[in-house]
């Protein structure tokens, strides 16, 4: 059972728009949702998380809006640029377990 | 500051083999995951431990163990490999288990 459904899993985009990438998830226990980036031959790393106390949290280019009413949560990336292309995955925690659960990921291009 | 350290970087087994790989956390992290990537499952958390003690554990078969040192360095282990095992093999590390985490490069096994 897939518990942080993502989509789409790629995505083109041109030089200077906006990059969506959206996240559903179905355990009510979930309280952090921090999304991750990865370039090839690396690791993910951290790009920006939020908890449900807010709809909404921006960083730079980089912002999450959060939907806690429908579960679901999506990143929006702001005048994308080629440096930008990568994996993009979404995940999960509750604060019991702080297990992650991941989303499949996004394959993200950015064409200059 | 030195990012995590995975070795080796690539690995290539036969089935039914048992492999070890090792984890070099940050100084001064004493936390430790570790996490299997496929194109199939995505990014699935294996176990983490903390102070040389396991405190979660994945859905994953006791084929899949590890251990801490008191140095905070990692190793997992995998006995009696299958051909679904094969994948990067991701560790992150971090101060504790409500800080971010910062994952290293993987080490990429196949099993043939």
């Known amino acids: 059972q897939q518990q942080v459904k993502q989509s789409p899993q790629s995505l083109i985009v041109q030089k200077g728009g906006i990059s969506i990438i959206n996240c559903a998830y179905e355990n009510t226990a979930f309280d952090y949702f921090p999304w991750y980036q990865q370039f090839p031959g690396k690791g993910p790393a951290l790009l920006i998380a939020i908890r449900p106390d807010v709809s909404e949290k921006k960083e730079g280019r980089f912002t999450i809006s959060f939907n806690k009413s429908a579960k679901q949560f999506s990143l929006h990336i702001m005048d994308s640029q080629p440096g930008d292309s990568a994996t993009y995955f979404c995940?999960?925690?509750?604060?019991?377990?702080?297990?992650?659960?991941f989303g499949r990921g996004t394959s993200l291009i950015v064409h200059p | 500051k030195a990012g995590v350290t995975q070795t080796p970087r690539y690995l290539i087994k036969t089935r039914g083999q048992q492999v070890t790989l090792s984890c070099s956390p940050i100084?001064?992290?004493?936390?430790v995951s570790w996490y299997q990537q496929t194109p199939g499952q995505g990014l699935q958390f294996l176990f983490e431990?903390?102070?040389?003690?396991?405190?979660n554990k994945g859905n994953f078969p006791g084929r899949f163990s590890g251990r801490q040192f008191s140095n905070s360095r990692s190793e997992m282990n995998v006995s009696t490999l299958e051909l679904g095992d094969s994948a990067l093999y991701l560790c992150a590390s971090s101060l504790g288990q409500h800080n971010e985490q910062f994952f290293g490069p993987g080490t990429r096994l196949t099993v043939l």
């Open positions: 431990y903390f102070s040389e003690t396991q405190r």
């Open positions: 995940a999960a925690e509750s604060g019991g377990s702080y297990i992650p659960t």
């Open positions: 100084s001064g992290h004493r936390s």
